[in-house]
């Protein structure tokens, strides 16, 4: 295990090394990145002296090496907007996007998973069915049109929900099930199609020739191995929760990081692009450090081979 | 697809050919209708098309019309009439997609109270025409879905192979970079390069693109290893092919079904990226081509209202109805050709 968790912590290492040099290079793709760095009306001085400050009239390559020390101090610059250091505000974004974030991976998974296990377990009954065809609807439907359209009929319409703000829970149901869709039939798919195969397995049909009942074989035998998949899918689910909370926050006017970088590029506010999307590839970087752990931990094969 | 052609031809034989009767049916002229037919195949062409002879509708006789489910024909449909539109867009639009009509800001559809057919679909805030802009909106959306789907494969397909061919350090380097790519949610790279080069129409198709190379790539590579393990590869190069011959002539005509089954299915991804960046304002540059993202985005400030909910909900159901049509599609193809993709 020791060494599964060296590898693989390495492995992370190297992931976030990727995502700075990244978003290094971007930077560089306008050119002269101190312009994107400093407020429109700053003065040439200010100008030089952050450039200096900055070490961007370094070479390249030395460049680079503050780049990194800068990231490694997690020191993005001030935001150009609100005067403060870039992270720091950012930070301040985070509960509310991982609110939104992990209600919707509950919405996902409280869902996702019961019903592809009932499809499975009952194949091709009306339930299964409207599973299927309603996983198939939300894995197809766009994040943003999903959210238009709940806030159309659900906020708008029957006045049920809140068109926008996190003022009240109530304001977490709609961007939960917008954000929630795709993962949740995913999950449901994914789930239904593992069950169906591991109930297929020799192993189960033994376990019923043995006397077990229907419930136990199911709850034993082959939901364990029914989760490895799952869980995989699972994490790499709140992984793009979190990407994807960028268009459900700009849909429901929420406070989260998402909003905060699209309107950081509207006020072309860079420090805070930076910081954000820095951040957001820490946490999914991260989900899947843990995911991939989890399922050394379900599946011994994983973590010897 | 190349038995076609012969087939259709010995239709039109079996009754006396005349040269009119042939251009009827769709017989290709000139050299191949020169070549006969062996008796034993017009006879399992006869028996194949059964009792409808006539029928042009029976070109393969192992693919069976009763065979494919309904709703992949109900989807061919959409996608064909999508498709038709796009092509056909400046006969279809009834006006130039940016061109305002002050008088008829907001104009509802035509089966609503107020609506007339001037505008079937109406019109939105700024008396842009919707019909026109939706026709318009399928070109773009298909051409970008396209051109960065080719854009995607070609890369990934080129860097897979190469990495599975060459292994070890290129191995190496190419996987890390999957792995990168991989762990970071890609539409806020998108978003990231937008911000700093600036929206347009190149700079979409690239980053479009862009975002799904990692696929190609590894199935190009896992289709280079299990070649290289059963000594498809040792064996070609033992008769002295070089690698370019070995990796372009041998292996990619190996490899090349998965990867299409694969890139069917990313179409759809694709194609929803698009409208989703435009919708952010991140697409298509405003009033320079239409885009669905774009119009779903700037129908939202009237959502609340009873006037001009139309301007997002008719672009996002053709929006919907492309993404789910393609993806259905594509899981049947995946189906029906290689089952062992199956990963749902």
Redesign the interface.
Known sequence: MARFLIRRLLRTVIVVWGVITVVFVVLRLSGDPIALLVPAEATTEEVDRLREQRGLNEPLIVQYGIFLRDAARLDFGDSIRYGQDALDVVIDRIPATLQIATAAFAVAVLVGLPIGILSALRPNTLLDNVAVLVALVGQAVPTFFLGIVLILVFAVRLGWFPTSGLDSPRGLVLPAITLGAFAMASITRLTRSAMLEVLGQDYVRTARAKGLGEARVVRGHALRNTLVPVVTIMGLQFGTLLGGSVVTETVFSLPGIGRLIIQAIENRDYPIVQAGVFLIAIGFVGVNLVVDILYAVLDPRIRLG | MSESGPRVDTGARVAPPTAGQGRETGTPSGGDSERTLPAVATDAARDAAGTTLSGATRKRPRFRPSRVPIFVWVFGVILLGIVMAAILAPLIAPFEPFRGDLRARLAPPMWIDGGSSEHPLGTDSRGYDILSQLVYGARTSLTIGLVALLIGATIGTALGLVAGYFGSRVDEVVM??V??QL???????A???I???GPGFGVLIVVVGLSGWVTYARIARARVLSLKEIGFVEAIRSVGATDRRVILRHILPNALSPLIVVSTLEL?RLI?LE??LS????GIPPRTRASW?AM??GG?EY??SDEG?WI??IP?IM??LT??GV??IGDWVRDALDPTL?H?
């Open positions: 890390t970079v792995d990168i762990a970071f949610p890609f539409v806020l790279l978003i990231a390069v911000a700093v080069v759809a929803i409208a989703t919708f952010l304002g991140l993202g779903i985005g939202r959502l609340g909910w997002s909900v996002g929006l919907f993404a789910l993806s259905r199956r749902d």
